[in-house]
Every structure is written in structure tokens, then in C-alpha cells.
């Protein structure tokens, strides 16, 4: 049986847990680019993913040291949304894994507090709601700029 060129392009086997994963992305996710969309649009103007801070925050304010990070629900562990589940297989490691993500997360936190800057966090269910960010936006036009 000859199978055309169209037919065997068209089935595709699925895809295995690691390429699975390498396809996450960590910059420019569809929550951070809402963000990110809302503060133009506002005209707040921002620098992504400043290497020279820690946790090298999504967004981060310079003149107003406000470091902006947007997690994902599911990777930074959001107690009471449904994104965040552990699932079912290795949930050990899983578990493991969410845990120091948030270690992290808060080790980061504190490390550009010390440094005095401000620290704000929107979790990825939040974005599909304007008015969040819409208050986020508004916090960090009112913050103090810095000569």
C-alpha cells in the first residue's frame, strides 16, 4: 500500500514528556506579555529580565526600584487556583519541586527588599482579569521615582 506525501505528514506521534517540557517557555509568555501590554499602553516604559538584579524579574522599573515578576500558577505553586495542581505521577517530585521553586522565589524576594526594591508579584490567573492589572499598573505609577 503507497501512502501519499500529504497522509504521512499528517499524522504526527505524540510527543514525549521532555519535548513536552523543553517547549515551555520561560521569557515572553502570553501572562507576561498581557502585562507587559498593559504598561505601554499606560506609558510606563521598563526594562525585561535585568540580569543584574536577582531572579532577574520580568520587569523591573529602574527609576521607580520596582522589580515586577509574573509566575505562572502552576510552576510557583498558587494555593487555591485551579491551575495550580500537582499531577498525579511522581507527585513526590513534583512536590519537591514546587516547594523549592517558592524557597526561591521568596530568598529572591527578600534579596531585593534588602536591596530597596520593591517587590511585586502577579500570578498568571490574575492576568486574564483587566482590573488587576489595571490596579498593578496604577500601583507602580504612584511609586516615588529615584534620581
Not at 6 to 21: G, I, N, Q, T
Not at 33 to 61: C, E, N, Q, T
Not at 65 to 88: M, Y
Request: with cysteine.
Amino acid at each position: 500500500m503507497v501512502t501519499s506525501k500529504k497522509a504521512r505528514r499528517r499524522f504526527k506521534p505524540p510527543l514525549s514528556r521532555s519535548e513536552v517540557m523543553s517547549r515551555v517557555r520561560a521569557k515572553n509568555t502570553h501572562p507576561e506579555m498581557i502585562v507587559r501590554r498593559a504598561f505601554w499602553s499606560s506609558g510606563l516604559r521598563y526594562r525585561l529580565h535585568a540580569k543584574d538584579l536577582p531572579g532577574k524579574p520580568d520587569l523591573v522599573f529602574r527609576s521607580r526600584r520596582v522589580a515586577l515578576f509574573v509566575h505562572g500558577c502552576f510552576w510557583h505553586g498558587h494555593e487555591g487556583c485551579p491551575n495550580h495542581r500537582i499531577p498525579k505521577t511522581r507527585s513526590e517530585w513534583w512536590n519537591a519541586k514546587i516547594t523549592r521553586n517558592r524557597e526561591r522565589d521568596a530568598d529572591v524576594k527578600r534579596q531585593l527588599e534588602d536591596l530597596g526594591w520593591k517587590v511585586i508579584v502577579i500570578w498568571e490567573c490574575e492576568t486574564g482579569d483587566g482590573l488587576v492589572v489595571g490596579q498593578i499598573v496604577e500601583e507602580v505609577s504612584q511609586s516615588d521615582k529615584f534620581p
